[in-house]
Every structure is written in structure tokens, then in C-alpha cells.
């Protein structure tokens, strides 16, 4: 059920068209929920007809223009009530995690390219966060109305230290040829 509070949330950040808001996607929420570009489409239909957005009147013919979307009232107390709404935390299913269990019971051939792979890739994300949190929240700036956008950004930072430290230790952990 989060998708549609995905999009509610970008979409009273600002009213977009579906193109604009996969591409505002793929740069933020997308970072902590992921959705293909289709599904955001199918997504956006759904609350349209559930009364929750509303496509924005357009100056000219329909045809051939973007639809630009914005939240209704119901859309908004939809996303406050889900907001405020508990939720338990999730049991971890990552792969590489089951991959090195398995790896303690048939050998460890291989694994270290794996493991040298994902590290890169933790890196490389965690460097990106760093970037965005250098460029979007410079120490002294911290306003009010983005503390909490900093705050998911930092646990994304934790997330990713937490990987490229975890990934480095287990590698030195892996018996050598």
C-alpha cells in the first residue's frame, strides 16, 4: 500500500505530469522505494478514479499534452492518515545475505567477486548521498520544512556506511586461495 503514499507525497511536493514525477521519482523516493516507471502510471489511474488526485485542467486541446496531476482533499487526508497509522519493521530479504549462508555450506568459490561487486556498488551509492546531503542540506541551512527529507537522506547515508563497512569486514573474513 505505500506506492500510492509515494506518489501522493511527490505529487504535494509538487503537482507533476507522470513523466516528471517517474523522473522526480527516480531521484528521491526512488532512492527507498523503488517503482518502474509503469507502475507509477498504473498507480496514478488508480487514485484518479479513487477520487484521491485529479488531473489539472488543461488551456488547450487534450490531445497529445502531458497530464499534470495534483492531490484532492482526500488525497491529503489519505496520506495524513496513513502517516500517522503504525507499521512493525520488516524482516531484512536480502540475497547476498542467503548467498553467504549457502556459500558456509557448498564453499566460498566465487563469492569474493560478488561481494567486491556489491561493495563498489554501496560505494558509489553512499558517495551520491554524500554529494546530495553537501549540495541540499549545507550545515547552518537546516530549515524546518526539509529536516525530515534530511533525515531519510541519513538513514540512507547509515544504510550505506553500514554495507561498504559490513562488505569490506566479510571480505577479510573469506579464506584466500
Request: no cysteine; net charge negative.
Amino acid at each position: 500500500m505505500s506506492l500510492p503514499h509515494a506518489i501522493l507525497t511527490a505529487l504535494l511536493e509538487k503537482p507533476s505530469s507522470g513523466l516528471e514525477l517517474t523522473r522526480r521519482f527516480d531521484k528521491s523516493i526512488g532512492f527507498f522505494w523503488s517503482a518502474t516507471h509503469q507502475q507509477i502510471y498504473r498507480e496514478l489511474g488508480r487514485l484518479e478514479a479513487s477520487g484521491l488526485i485529479r488531473a489539472l485542467p488543461q488551456a488547450g486541446p487534450a490531445r497529445g499534452q502531458k497530464k499534470e496531476y495534483e492531490v484532492l482533499p482526500a488525497g491529503r487526508a489519505e496520506l495524513e492518515r496513513w502517516t500517522a497509522d503504525g507499521s512493525d519493521p520488516r524482516a531484512v530479504r536480502e540475497p547476498l545475505l542467503l548467498r553467504l549462508r549457502a556459500a558456509a555450506v557448498v564453499g566460498t568459490a566465487g563469492l569474493d567477486a560478488e561481494l567486491e561487486r556489491h561493495l563498489a556498488l554501496h560505494r558509489a551509492q553512499l558517495d551520491d548521498y554524500l554529494e546530495i546531503e553537501r549540495r541540499d542540506f549545507p550545515p547552518g541551512r537546516a530549515a524546518d520544512e526539509n529536516r525530515l527529507q534530511h533525515a531519510v537522506l541519513r538513514a540512507g547515508i547509515g544504510l550505506e556506511a553500514f554495507w561498504v563497512e559490513w562488505l569490506t569486514e566479510t571480505l577479510d573474513t573469506l579464506p584466500r586461495a
